[in-house]
């Protein structure tokens, strides 16, 4: 950086011992502290500009650049500033300080105010982020609240109820569950008690629910029984009518389980599960067994048709409780018989059949 000239020396003329008269300050400049300790601005500060340098030039002197919108910092007209005029006569008193190196002090000057100012002002709302704004807004978020709750209204950024969904759209949805998932063999009932609606002959019967399965048992168990006494399935024209109970010795017991579990209690009346992973009913058992993870997740067959899915699978199941072996239908077409196997097929030797959870689908 090129070193500022001697004080009391022209520039260009150390050495000379021409002494230079002293200027006295304009008098609508304020005094401004300086880090460096000089009256003025520094040497080095002056002489980064050029002789003709003027950035705080009038707004007159850049009118004729309005197409150019940076005209007023690089444009300027040459003129004679009274730094470089030769020295006075020292008898005369000193004249004002004048011209664009004049400006050009009070130019710096200024801005380096500007730049102190902004630095406090930056720092000041920094505190203020930290500090007296977090309390501020703590503050406002309290007084809407306190409005909010005698007002008995909701705020808008408030999480928005949850709609229970319906006891149709809780059947109709998939739930998660592992095709190869083992339980506990462990099981707790389903607590509460559904009368038997109907005057036909009644079974009785209970729902467990294997531990840990993570489904919703009082929908698995409101399911048997809007199934088992609708008039399509085995309570038909008032022949039966299903009871659930809580406590006491049932007729059977409707059991969700896992995977695991349910070849384990099928295994027990000779039946194998495990190729197809399907359900059983365990005649040598009291125990009528719906596997978790058709009842969560169905079968192709059905696809997402999940709601009459659930409702084949507590139809049969139940059917070979009540005496009902395997069938199928004989047309193509046709209903399947809920008899037939359909979560291991519809379709048989050339014959389609539709799907069809309903003992007596036409009532």
């Not at 005057?199 to 467990?208: E, P, S």
């Not at 009871?243 to 049932?250: L, V």
């Not at 999940?306 to 239908?329: K, S």
Request: neutral net charge; aromatic residues 8%; contains cysteine.
């Amino acid at each position: 950086m090129p070193q500022a000239p001697a004080v009391g020396t022209p520039s260009g003329a150390a050495g000379t011992g021409v002494p230079i008269p002293r200027q006295r300050q304009a008098p609508q400049a304020a005094p401004q502290r300086r880090r460096h300790g000089g009256r003025g601005p520094r040497q080095d500060y002056v002489d980064a500009f050029e002789a003709d340098d003027d950035v705080f030039a009038p707004r007159s002197e850049v009118a004729t650049n309005a197409s150019d919108p940076y005209g007023s910092v690089t444009d300027w007209t040459p003129e004679t500033d009274a730094d470089d005029a030769p020295p006075a006569d020292q008898d005369s008193p000193p004249a004002p300080a004048k011209g664009r190196k004049g400006r050009t002090y009070t130019g710096i000057a200024a801005a380096a105010v500007t730049t102190v100012l902004a630095v406090i002002v930056a720092g000041q709302v920094a505190k203020d982020g930290d500090g007296d704004g977090a309390q501020s807004r703590a503050a406002t978020d309290q007084a809407r609240d306190a409005r909010e709750s005698a007002s008995g209204e909701a705020s808008p950024s408030s999480s928005p109820r949850l709609v229970a969904l319906t006891y149709a759209q809780k059947m109709a949805k998939k739930y998660p569950l592992g095709a190869k998932l083992k339980g506990p063999d462990k099981f707790d009932a389903v607590p509460g008690v559904d009368k038997a609606p109907g005057k036909g002959h009644k079974y009785t019967y209970r729902v467990d629910v294997e531990q840990g399965l993570g489904l919703d048992g009082t929908l698995f168990a409101e399911a048997v029984q809007k199934t088992l006494n609708d008039k399509r399935s085995w309570a038909h024209n008032g022949a039966r009518t299903f009871e659930r109970i809580y406590t006491g010795k049932p007729d059977f017991v409707i059991t969700l389980a896992s995977p695991g579990t349910t070849a384990t209690w099928c295994a027990k009346s000779g039946l194998d599960t495990t190729e197809d992973n399907v359900s059983c009913d365990s005649a040598a058992t009291e125990r009528v067994m719906i596997n978790a993870y058709r009842w969560a997740q169905g079968s192709t067959t059905y696809g997402d048709k999940m709601y009459a899915y659930r409702q084949m699978l507590i139809n049969h199941e139940v059917g070979h409780r009540l005496g009902y072996g395997h069938v199928t239908c004989d047309k193509d077409g046709e209903l399947a018989p809920v008899m037939q196997q359909q979560t291991k097929f519809l379709n048989h030797d050339g014959i389609h059949c539709l799907a069809n959870p309903w003992p007596y689908p036409g009532s």
